[in-house]
């Protein structure tokens, strides 16, 4: 069935599978309802042949006044002689959100984020945007594609597991989808839109991720109590005295007991920034930047009773000559299932140091400080402290922490 009217928005709705509404503002300007979509065309007759022009499909970017105009602006390329086939083919040429993904990361994620933030983002295009959407041109996602993607992730279409190699080893982590994994990465196609719309790539105020909701998440937050504490170094000692793990895996877990650092800070500590006179890590870089990090007495007893390896800057080193350790993900599962600590993570340290701090009666301010939390804020807050107070109460938490791990 076909019918003549100015197209809106209303009417657009209202059409059924198999209709085309004709538009009577602009020749040749239909939306065809087909089975996936309402698809915005521009039905030509040149030198005596019919094409047909598709346009996009209804939905942002494309509405009723967008797809109009721009069948005003092909037809005033046409008339000014442009090859119609030259615009067909540019329309055909449109940037598939593939092509955006490898944009993205080559031109803003390589080089304005951390290079474990741009595996994250990695992880988020290969498991989850380019299989439900790789082929789509940028300019024709619409809000509706985007809901669709959330709840197909958390969902799992997107579920993988982990491939086994044939020597028994596994092939990477699985991929299991979830609203977390829905949640990231609706924010990273929404940057991704986003710098889209700076480049061209769709009009401004666009990005179809607008205004879709995420889904709630619950706190992965996790600390250890006193009892925990007990275990946790007992399994370490029994795995260190038994050469289950490393004396290096061993100090990096304890160093993240005792510092709160992050893991990242310590598995790439090096040697040269250590500074034992002043009690302190000098780190060059970090998640938030160059900073220092506190030792209290524990920590300086851990690192000064730890060989150093000739020709290797690191303080936590491998298997590998002159590199830092590469894995404490598996020594990790040993220790925390012989500590019957089953799903606690390696990230989950920081949490108890934190927690040991809030517990000796330490201020937000101070703990915020020796986690390194840095924004304007909370920084203004904390300003006017000098080191005493922090080195102070960071030996205190370090008294308290070795004293739960000993079962005192």
């Not at 012989?338 to 600590?341: I, K």
């Given at each position: 069935m076909t019918t003549s009217i100015r197209i809106t928005k209303r009417v657009v709705d209202q059409l059924r599978e198999g209709e085309t509404l004709w538009d009577t503002d602009v020749k040749g300007f239909a939306v065809r309802c087909q089975k996936r979509a309402k698809v915005y065309v521009l039905k030509l007759r040149i030198g005596g042949r019919q094409r047909w022009l598709a346009i996009g499909n209804h939905g942002s970017p494309w509405t009723p006044e967008t797809a109009r105009h721009e069948a005003q602006r092909l037809w005033g390329q046409i008339r000014a002689g442009v090859d119609i086939a030259h615009v067909r083919d540019t329309k055909r040429k449109q940037g598939s959100v593939a092509e955006l993904c490898t944009r993205y990361l080559e031109e803003h994620a390589r080089q304005h984020k951390k290079a474990g933030s741009v595996k994250g983002d990695e992880r988020n295009i290969t498991n989850h945007?380019?299989?439900?959407?790789?082929y789509r041109p940028v300019a024709e996602v619409t809000h509706s594609d985007i809901e669709d993607l959330k709840r197909n992730i958390k969902n799992g279409k997107t579920k993988r597991p982990v491939k086994l190699k044939r020597d028994g080893g596994t092939g990477g982590r699985p991929v299991l989808g979830g609203p977390g994994a829905a949640n990231r990465t609706v924010a990273l196609l929404s940057k991704m839109f986003?710098?889209?719309?700076?480049?061209?790539?769709?009009?401004?105020?666009?990005?179809?991720?607008?205004?879709?909701?995420?889904?709630?998440?619950?706190?992965?937050?996790r600390f250890l109590s006193p009892e925990e504490f007990t275990r946790l170094g007992a399994a370490l000692a029994m795995l260190e005295t038994n050469n289950a793990i490393t004396v290096y895996a061993a100090a990096a877990f304890k160093l993240l007991i005792y510092t709160g650092a992050r893991l990242g800070e310590i598995q790439t500590l090096k040697w040269s920034y250590v500074d034992f006179d002043h009690h302190v890590l000098l780190l060059p870089d970090s998640k938030t930047g160059a900073k220092p990090i506190v030792l209290n007495q524990q920590a300086i007893d851990i690192l000064k009773a730890l060989p150093r390896v000739a020709q290797n800057p690191y303080v936590i080193t491998g298997h590998i000559a002159g590199q830092a350790i590469g894995d404490l993900q598996g020594?990790?599962?040993?220790v925390r299932t012989?500590?019957?600590?089953p799903g606690f993570r390696i990230h989950d340290l920081r949490h108890s140091f934190a927690s040991m701090g809030v517990l000796q009666g330490g201020s937000l301010p101070i703990i915020g400080k020796?986690?390194?939390?840095?924004?304007?804020?909370?920084t203004a807050r904390y300003a006017h402290l000098g080191d005493g107070p922090l080195r102070q109460f960071n030996q205190k938490v370090g008294v308290a922490i070795a004293e739960a791990m000993l079962g005192k």
């Open positions: 945007i380019v299989p439900l959407m790789g986003s710098l889209a719309e700076q480049w061209g790539w769709r009009p401004e105020n666009s990005n179809p991720c607008r205004r879709v909701v995420h889904y709630r998440g619950k706190s992965c937050e020594p990790w599962q040993l012989a500590a019957g600590l020796l986690l390194g939390h840095t924004t304007p804020l909370t």
